[in-house]
């Protein structure tokens, strides 16, 4: 069974420009997750996908920030325009429900320049 | 506010030499901890999952226990290749959310 895969595995982008994140979670999985760590912190929420939908999105940290699951499959996190405090590892996960194990993906890490 | 601190920050060993690993959390209402590895330069790996007060798990050189204030990770015997970042994370029953909060982690050297 494939695992979560994300895409790029780093990105380097100058201040103000846009990037687009990309996740794939395990085949069967309605429930995808966002998660950043930023250097020196815990790994923090940023969002949580029931299929299609947000069912949590109380951890994005602000509107330049935008997360979609198109169909209810792989999922894209878009940062618009880039700031230097958003770099950091983004990292996704999937679960099968509420309550069992997250998967995670081995994360993109993102310098802003 | 729902919180998890784990002691301690980092951890050396010698090979052969046994510890605990802690996790104290605070939360409204438990779904589950779970317990992740994690080596540098991947995404968490998952260990365990608890759910209630007495609870344990146990894989190969580690267990996992569960009070309702407090989680241990006990690895019995370590090998070098134990050598990592554990993670502990709680979710909560609030919200409908499968949010998990997690603690900064404690990172094991395991010496030969």
């Known amino acids: 069974e494939a695992g979560v895969t994300q895409f790029p595995s780093h990105s380097v982008i100058e201040k103000g420009q846009t990037v687009t994140l990309r996740c794939d979670p395990i085949?069967?999985?309605?429930?995808l997750y966002w998660y950043r760590r930023v250097m020196g912190k815990e790994i923090k929420f940023l969002l949580h996908?029931?299929?299609?939908?947000?069912?949590?999105e109380s951890g994005m940290p602000n509107n330049r920030f935008l997360a979609e699951r198109t169909g209810g499959t792989y999922s894209t996190l878009k940062v618009q325009p880039a700031e230097l405090e958003d770099s950091g590892v983004y990292f996704c996960?999937?679960?099968?429900?509420?309550?069992?194990?997250?998967?995670f993906g081995d994360g993109t890490r993102l310098s802003i320049l | 506010e729902d919180q998890v601190t784990q002691s301690p920050e980092a951890l050396r060993l010698q090979e052969g030499e046994s510890s605990s690993l802690n996790c104290s959390y605070t939360?409204?209402?438990?779904?589950?901890l779970f317990w992740y590895r994690q080596d540098p330069g991947k995404g968490p790996e998952f260990l365990f999952t608890?759910?209630?007060a007495g609870e344990e798990k146990e894989k190969e050189r580690l267990k996992a226990t569960l009070t309702k204030k407090e989680s241990f990770l006990h690895i019995t015997a370590p090998k070098p290749e134990d050598s990592a970042t554990y993670l502990c994370?709680?979710?909560?029953?609030?919200?409908?959310?499968?949010?998990?909060?997690f603690g900064q982690g404690t990172t094991l050297q395991v010496k030969p």
């Open positions: 085949s069967g999985h309605d429930n």
């Open positions: 939360v409204s209402g438990l779904r589950g």
């Open positions: 996908f029931v299929k299609e939908s947000k069912q949590d």
């Open positions: 994370a709680v979710q909560g029953l609030a919200g409908n959310t499968g949010k998990l909060i």
């Open positions: 996960a999937s679960s099968q429900g509420l309550g069992q194990p997250q998967h």
């Open positions: 608890l759910y209630s």
